[in-house]
């Protein structure tokens, strides 16, 4: 079965330091994975998405995330935090069958010091 | 496109009432599922509709919860009687139901079952 781990529940970093998020994955062909953002009170908003080609995916607010098959990853970076990037960022990985259902990580809360 | 739209945005409701939740998925959107967030099981997927037909209630916690799709462009979710443990934040989310693709979702409905 599909499944998704992110290893860190909380990080803190200092506002302008760089920022790797941790993603692995478990399926048994190439996955479509996701990563998405929430706010408080707010709901999810796709940050970037791997489907296939290049390993390394853009997205939005200046994230980019690298698809690393031999690790069953698939990491957030970002080289300068912002403030206004703390928030909850969610790993999702896309279902096997016709459903295309998105299996999400339990997340990891970003905390950004000033 | 004003995105997937859920109503209420709160819910405040005394033990043992119905509760229904309402969803508008995405003009265009074929595929609609309902998610429940909570601090301790984080984002769970309860059901999901294909061309407005049930395909999943795997993750329907009990025969309390019922949804329904009657058309392209509204769904509910029920629950009758509501528990306090029913309390959570429930998502909405569409797609277009391809392989890859993403799922848009609501701003949620805050549920509190006193």
Redesign the interface.
Known sequence: AQSVTQPDIHITVSEGASLELRCNYSYGATP?L?W?VQSPG?????LL?Y??GDTLVQGIKGFEAEFKRSQSSFNLRKPSVHWSDAAEY?CAV?AAD??????????TRLLVRP | DAGVIQSPRHEVTEMGQEVTLRCKPISGHNSLFWYRQTMMRGLELLIYFNNNVPIDDSGMPEDRFSAKMPNASFSTLKIQPSEPRDSAVYFCASSIGQPGTEAFFGQGTRLTVV
């Open positions: 479509y996701f998405y707010q709901g999810l908003q796709l998405k489907f296939s969610f896309g016709s459903s295309y259902k998105l299996i999400f990580g339990s997340g």
